[in-house]
């Protein structure tokens, strides 16, 4: 997907716009309002070009006591003081000088305001243009204090060649083939029109934090090929009262005006959070009234109008029961974290990015990476990637993949960390403990690795157990095998050292749990 933003000038631009602004004010407006400069001179230099004849026009200015006049080409003026001199007018008769008009053209008032006023008023109004584009610029608006009130900032997204598609993503089968449903809606409308059935207006994709929940909306997008707005829940909230139902507003608009199109709010529950609550006592705080602009919007859309909204969230339980009725949010889609097979195609998916040396066992980097994410298995490949550069091979080996789910499970090694003798028979009874446990135990996965290196998650060794298959359910015997293992490290430092040290901390953590679990969630108890 290849977002669509409005180009975006140099600064450069603004200042040159500015500088030929100036220069057509001193060009066209100055010279305008400009006069003849005045040179001073004494009243006996005037007396003596009077009696030359080389006197042209003269005025007489008594309110400012000065007599202004020019030579007798009328080249250049000249001004000199009132003395007491009674013939002053004759001699003037006599040399012939013009007493018909002014000697200066002197500058009206209005274009004197003008020479005052209008350069404070462009340098305003350039420093105001160049002020508001720097606020663009630096993320701000033409909302008070820079917030951009009012506009929903959401990223506008159209098809490209090289758009995420549904291939893209792996290990969701169930939830590709729901939305696989709206893509095809969205290239033959008419279809259900026909029979009278009508898209779900939203679309709600639920699942834990990192399984592909903002892809999957993106390869919807790119399947459909119609434009794609992104905004996060977050977004719509702001401190000032009303303009997060602006923003919804200005959202919903831009998506009618786009129709047919796809709207993604990524965790909605930042707006919509259940009402009435701590946050919300009295009822009319700036978050409530964003989400119920947000529920007439999703209320107001005609049947079959091309706009389908889809949303994402990891606590669906804190979402208002107004939002997730059918005619806003129809169908909940669930993306939960991939089986043995999706991990497996997810790996697959991303080491498709790397170069990769000799020959790669997927099916046992994804049973060692059980319980993981679309995310965390997309960070073990980069790991690996990694790995591989930090020691200046061409492409990455099986033994970066295993070695980068140790660092993603348990932490980087940590190098510094020194550990006496004793500690590390200590460390390494402990783990010796756990792998015999787990050995002599029927129902139990087989040892894979044992290892006493520190590593920053503050363990100072494990012992790594991977599973031959998926499995979906577990008997009380195999949760019990899983207590023992667990505790197989403190009993074999009671025995072989007869006193037992704080390294089972986690250990007995673990073992706490799932004593609980099988008590107070599974039954296991008689």
């Known amino acids: 997907m290849n977002e669509v933003k409005q180009p975006k000038r140099p600064l450069i631009y603004y200042y040159l716009i500015a500088l030929a602004l100036l220069l057509a004010f001193n060009l066209l407006v100055m010279p305008s309002i400009t006069t003849t400069p005045v040179q001073e001179t004494d009243y006996g230099t005037f007396m003596r070009m009077?009696?030359?004849?080389?006197?042209?026009?003269?005025?007489?200015?008594?309110?400012?006591?000065?007599?202004?006049?020019?030579?007798?080409?009328?080249k250049n003026v000249y001004s000199t003081a009132m003395v007491s001199d009674p013939d002053l007018t004759e001699r003037l008769y006599d040399a012939g000088a013009d007493f018909s008009g002014e000697v200066v053209q002197q500058t009206p008032l209005w274009l004197s305001i003008l020479a005052w006023?209008?350069?404070?008023?462009?340098?305003?109004?350039?420093?105001?243009?160049?002020?508001?584009?720097?606020?663009?610029?630096?993320?701000?608006?033409?909302?008070?204090m820079g917030f951009n009130l009012g506009k929903s900032n959401a990223k506008i997204y159209v098809q490209s060649t090289e758009g995420i598609r549904f291939d893209d993503v792996a290990g969701e089968d169930e939830a590709k083939e729901?939305?696989?449903?709206?893509?095809?809606?969205?290239?033959?409308?008419?279809?259900?029109?026909?029979?009278?059935?009508?898209?779900?207006?939203?679309?709600?994709?639920?699942?834990?934090?990192?399984?592909?929940?903002?892809?999957?909306?993106?390869?919807?997008?790119?399947?459909?090929?119609?434009?794609?707005?992104?905004?996060?829940?977050?977004?719509?909230?702001?401190?000032?009262?009303?303009?997060?139902?602006?923003?919804?507003?200005?959202?919903f608009k831009q998506a009618k005006e786009k129709a047919p199109c796809i709207v993604f709010i990524d965790e909605i529950d930042a707006v919509g959070e259940k009402r009435g609550g701590a946050a919300g006592v009295s009822g009319n705080d700036e978050r409530e009234q964003t989400l119920n602009q947000l529920l007439?919007?999703?209320?107001?859309?005609?049947?079959?109008?091309?706009?389908?909204?889809?949303?994402?969230?990891?606590r669906p339980?804190?979402?208002?029961?107004?939002?997730?009725?059918?005619?806003?949010?129809?169908?909940?889609?669930?993306?939960?974290?991939?089986?043995?097979?999706?991990?497996?195609?997810?790996?697959?998916?991303?080491?498709?990015?790397?170069?990769?040396?000799?020959?790669?066992?997927?099916?046992?980097?994804?049973?060692?990476?059980?319980?993981?994410?679309?995310?965390?298995?997309?960070?073990?490949?980069?790991?690996?990637?990694?790995?591989?550069?930090?020691?200046g091979r061409p492409g990455a080996r099986q033994d970066d993949f295993e070695e980068s789910i140790e660092t993603v499970i348990a932490g980087?090694?940590?190098?510094?960390?020194?550990?006496?003798?004793?500690?590390?028979?200590?460390?390494?009874?402990?783990?010796?403990?756990?792998?015999?446990?787990?050995?002599?135990?029927?129902?139990?996965?087989?040892?894979?690795?044992?290892?006493?290196?520190?590593?920053?998650?503050g363990a100072l060794g494990y012992t790594m157990q991977v599973d031959t298959g998926q499995k979906n359910l577990l008997s009380r015997e195999e949760l019990e095998n899983k207590i023992a293992t667990l505790t197989g490290g403190r009993a074999a430092e009671e025995v072989v050292f007869g006193m037992v040290t704080t390294g089972a901390s986690n250990?007995?953590?673990?073992?706490?749990?799932?004593a609980r679990a099988m008590i107070c969630q599974y039954g296991m108890t008689d």
């Open 50 to 74: 009077t009696e030359d004849h080389d006197i042209g026009k003269v005025e007489i200015d008594e309110q400012q006591n000065e007599i202004r006049f020019t030579d007798k080409d009328d």
């Open 117 to 144: 006023i209008l350069p404070i008023v462009v340098f305003i109004a350039i420093g105001n243009y160049m002020s508001r584009k720097l606020m663009e610029r630096a993320g701000g608006g033409p909302g008070a």
């Open 178 to 251: 729901n939305l696989a449903e709206v893509v095809d809606y969205l290239h033959n409308p008419d279809k259900y029109k026909a029979v009278g059935a009508a898209m779900p207006k939203g679309i709600l994709l639920v699942g834990p934090p990192g399984t592909g929940k903002t892809m999957l909306a993106k390869a919807v997008a790119g399947e459909s090929g119609v434009p794609f707005f992104s905004i996060s829940g977050s977004e719509f909230v702001e401190m000032f009262v009303g303009a997060g139902a602006a923003k919804v507003r200005d959202l």
């Open 296 to 314: 007439t919007e999703m209320d107001g859309f005609e049947e079959n109008s091309g706009v389908i909204i889809l949303a994402a969230t990891n």
């Open 317 to 391: 339980d804190s979402l208002d029961p107004a939002l997730t009725r059918p005619g806003r949010f129809d169908r909940r889609v669930p993306v939960e974290l991939p089986d043995l097979a999706g991990r497996e195609a997810i790996l697959k998916v991303h080491a498709k990015k790397v170069k990769t040396e000799g020959p790669i066992d997927f099916n046992k980097i994804a049973r060692m990476a059980s319980g993981a994410s679309g995310a965390e298995l997309a960070n073990i490949v980069n790991e690996a990637a990694l790995r591989a550069v930090r020691d």
């Open 412 to 457: 980087y090694q940590k190098k510094n960390a020194i550990l006496s003798d004793e500690e590390k028979r200590i460390v390494a009874y402990h783990e010796i403990g756990h792998a015999l446990v787990a050995a002599e135990q029927t129902h139990s996965a087989p040892v894979t690795k044992i290892t006493i290196v520190p590593r920053t998650s």
């Open 507 to 514: 250990d007995i953590e673990q073992a706490t749990k799932l």
